[in-house]
């Protein structure tokens, strides 16, 4: 019991340290869980199968709603390897799109996918968010790490985020899973210097379905700065993206896609390197590239890259 609340006492401060720098809408800090229902069968629409919510979150057997739709899961993907590592399904999804809490990984080259365990495995990815596949790189083996990449590689993104600019949102909080949903009562707000995701609909993004995609609520204005500064380095203030991940943002060689992804996973990726908490090597060159952005620009290059086709 002493070493599960030292536990709970040290992840607190990254989350502190998050909440203080006003970026907690970027790290989503799940609430402290709560039983989930193990009795009523839910269903998604275009699916036979039905699972309870209990099943839904069970971290060594998520679900799979359209196993038709992909090929065979790998069992490290399909149910982890306990205690220790979660079934990358869970968090990712078994179509590779993930959920803004987590990342997509469909289509990402196998050795990206490979340097990312490695990073976290080795302290060179780090922060709140990083906490649980920090544990799950330092449990799994090689072969599994392999397995799980080829699979996510194998797999063709599809469009799964909706990126709208608005000047007001609707009032929303942090739910289970790290998911934001609006609060009820409609009631809005201004966006301000944030990035909202909401989902499409809420109760298929609960049941983790793949077909029922999120919105990115954007500041106005954010997808045309963030092209010039994707395209061009705004004058100079940084380093085109287009040239590492070509002039479509579908990645060059082992520099990976970055069209479509999850405009709150880009803006965490782009301030992690600024502070530090994404290192090492192979980050010898973004860090050039993001020592001068402040937070609006990496919501603009996180909007447009979040509107482009995967």
């Given amino acids: 019991m002493r070493h599960f609340i030292s536990i709970v006492a040290l992840a607190a401060l990254p989350v502190v340290a998050v909440a203080a720098d006003g970026l907690d809408w970027a790290y989503p800090v799940a609430p402290r869980p709560e039983p989930l229902d193990n009795l009523v069968l839910k269903q998604v629409p275009g699916s036979t199968k039905a699972y309870t ?43 590779g799109a993930g959920h803004p809490e987590s990342s997509s990984l469909a289509g990402l080259p196998v050795p990206y996918l490979l340097r990312q365990m490695a990073a976290f495995k080795n302290g060179d990815r780090k922060g709140v968010r990083a906490t649980t596949m920090i544990a799950i790189a330092q449990a799994i083996s090689d072969a599994d790490a392999l397995a799980a990449g080829e699979y996510f590689t194998s797999l063709k993104p599809g469009v799964f985020t909706k990126v709208i600019e608005t000047d007001t949102v609707p009032k929303s909080y942090v739910g289970a899973g790290g998911m934001r949903f609006a609060e009820p009562g409609g009631e809005t707000e201004p966006i301000g210097n944030r990035i ?63 069209a479509g992804r999850p ?41 447009y890259v979040g509107s482009r086709e995967p």
């Fill in 53 to 95: 919510q209990a099943q839904i979150d069970d971290p060594f057997n998520p679900p799979d709603w359209f196993p038709d739709e992909h090929p065979p899961l790998p069992p490290i993907v399909a149910q982890g390897n306990k205690p220790g590592v979660r079934a990358c399904a869970q968090c990712h999804l078994p179509s």
């Fill in 196 to 258: 909202i995701v909401l989902p499409q609909d809420e109760t298929r993004a609960k049941s983790r379905d793949p077909h029922s995609g999120f919105i990115d609520y954007v500041p106005a204005g954010s997808i045309a700065k963030g092209e010039a500064l994707v395209k061009t380095g705004g004058g100079g203030k940084t380093v085109p993206c287009v040239m590492c991940h070509g002039q479509t943002l579908k990645g060059l060689g082992d520099w990976p896609s970055i």
């Fill in 263 to 303: 405009p709150t996973y880009i803006v965490r990726q782009l301030h992690d390197m600024q502070s530090g908490a994404r290192s090492g090597d192979t980050m010898a060159l973004m860090k050039g590239v993001v020592e001068r952005l402040t937070m609006d620009d990496m919501i603009a290059i996180a909007a």
